[in-house]
């Protein structure tokens, strides 16, 4: 009889590789979204911004995210089960974004959101049930 795996018990390798793929493409979301917060304060810089308070706000949301993402990314790495559903949140809200973004932004573009989207919510899902919070099932 081969012992019952549960959430304590210590990765399968597949499991392991999955969780450093999820950890990888959230920290990637988190630096490109700091990458469009930065070109925002540099339309600022130059001027070419119509309104100040929107830019600002604007920077402000997207520096939140980058937060999150990171804090995300660490506890993936981590392999704390409370940064699984904020990946996955994020990342299946990305997905009809990436799907939109086919008729307003060139293609490349627009495949790569869709297929870091998909990729983080599989790669999180083959993560497995993470420790902690009640009997194994």
């Not at 979301?29 to 308070?53: H, K, P, Q, R, S």
């Amino acid at each position: 009889m081969t012992p019952r795996r549960d959430a304590t018990t210590d990765p399968i390798p597949r499991e392991r590789t999955a969780g450093q793929v999820a950890t990888v493409l959230v920290a990637f979301e988190a630096v490109a979204l700091a990458g469009i917060a930065a070109f925002y304060l540099y339309e600022l810089l130059i001027g070419e911004g119509t309104d100040l308070l929107i830019i600002i706000m604007s920077v402000v949301t997207i520096l939140v995210f980058v937060l999150g993402l990171s804090y995300t990314a660490k506890g993936l790495r981590a392999r704390h089960p409370r940064a699984q559903a904020p990946a996955v949140a994020f990342n299946f809200l990305m997905v009809p974004l990436g799907i939109a973004m086919f008729q307003f932004a060139p293609w490349w573009l627009s495949t790569v959101v869709l297929v870091v989207a998909v990729a983080t919510i599989v790669s999180v899902l083959l993560m497995g049930r993470l420790g902690g919070g009640g009997p194994p099932v």
